[in-house]
């Protein structure tokens, strides 16, 4: 059987595809990037615990928001940083409380809201795909939902919608963004169909849920020569997209930074607002172990690591002050 002989960019081309195909959401992107991470030699640190600041690589998982952060084995006193920031987020249809609606002729749609700066008409006669995570309701840890096309925004013929070409297509995010995944069916649950597909055995067993539908066709190349990369959601993916052995690993780095990286700011689940440091020990190279909550160390109040790492400040305390990005006085 012959063999596909991929060279370097082609090979990592490949394996941003697999990224964007495994990544359908911030919960699964979070959890890839970290496995991605963890595969190239870095530490899983759990947040409740104490938060190590050891040499080397290490990663936390924070819902649908991941923080990396590579100490070296020396560190200067005037060292510096270096930053990089993403959304794990990518404009989505997301699934409201109310779930499903039946119109009078019998048409099941699923209830959703416009999420992020989407452009609508290229949603329109898309297959599309449920995911995100469900909350059992006796707590095992959030179960992520991925499944099979189950919806689509039909577009309306030719013949019912004459205007189209010459006025140009109207969309109202509230009515004509509703898609249909049955028809006929007075039972039908969407909640159902999702809960046994995550493997629990019914709805019942669904405490709460956070679901988008998001499309459904996978990545590919196209061009004379397969030069083009064609998916959803790279404008954010390219920039969460690890490189070979990850930031910090020898040889390793990350994609180039798209557009859209606005900032500095970790999400804590899509676009629930920062991951903040809260003014509390977090670590620092220079000081050791800084556990949870705790006041040791002159890194307290910011979380700081080098040549690799995270810096994040809650909101509405403005820019960071020289003095600041240079790190706490060892004096005192």
């Given at each position: ?36 991470l963890v595969d190239a030699g870095f530490t899983r640190v759990d947040e409740k615990g104490a938060w190590d600041a050891s040499p080397g690589g290490h990663v936390m998982v924070r819902g649908g928001a991941v923080a990396a952060w590579f100490v070296p084995e020396t560190v200067a006193e005037d060292a510096g940083f270096r930053i990089v920031g993403a959304h794990t987020d990518s404009p989505a249809l997301s699934v409201k409380p109310s779930v499903q609606s ?231």
């Amino acid at each position: 059987m012959a063999q596909l002989e991929l060279d370097e960019v082609h090979a990592n081309a490949v394996d941003y595809q697999h990224f964007l195909l495994d990544s359908p959401t911030p919960y699964h992107a979070a959890e890839v990037v970290a496995q991605r991470l963890v595969d190239a030699g870095f530490t899983r640190v759990d947040e409740k615990g104490a938060w190590d600041a050891s040499p080397g690589g290490h990663v936390m998982v924070r819902g649908g928001a991941v923080a990396a952060w590579f100490v070296p084995e020396t560190v200067a006193e005037d060292a510096g940083f270096r930053i990089v920031g993403a959304h794990t987020d990518s404009p989505a249809l997301s699934v409201k409380p109310s779930v499903q609606s039946t119109t009078p002729d019998g048409w099941g749609q699923i209830d959703v809201e416009v999420y992020g700066g989407m452009m609508w008409n290229s949603w329109l006669d898309r297959e599309l795909t449920l995911a995100g995570r469900l909350i059992p309701d006796e707590w095992r840890g959030g179960v992520g939902a991925h499944g099979a096309p189950i919806a689509r925004i039909p577009q309306l013929a030719i013949h019912l919608d004459r205007d189209v070409n010459p006025v140009g297509l109207k969309l109202d995010p509230r009515s004509t963004l509703h898609p249909v995944w049955t028809v006929d069916n007075p039972t039908g649950s969407v909640l159902e169909h999702v809960a046994q597909s995550a493997g629990l055995e019914d709805a019942s067993q669904v405490a709460a849920f956070d679901l988008i539908l998001t499309p459904s066709q996978g990545p590919g190349f196209f061009g004379d020569k397969g030069q083009f990369v064609a998916a959803s959601r790279q404008g954010q993916s390219v920039e969460r997209a690890p490189g070979p052995g990850g930031p910090g690993a020898p040889g390793g780095g990350g994609h180039a930074r798209g557009r859209g990286c606005h900032g500095v700011h970790v999400l804590r689940s899509r676009g629930g607002g920062l991951w903040l440091a809260h003014g509390r020990g977090r670590p620092d190279p220079r000081d050791g172990v800084a556990p949870h909550g705790g006041r040791a160390g002159p890194g307290r109040g910011w979380l700081r690591a080098h040549a690799g790492g995270l810096l994040v400040r809650e909101r509405g305390r403005g820019a960071f002050g020289a003095s600041e990005l240079r790190g706490p006085s060892r004096s005192g």
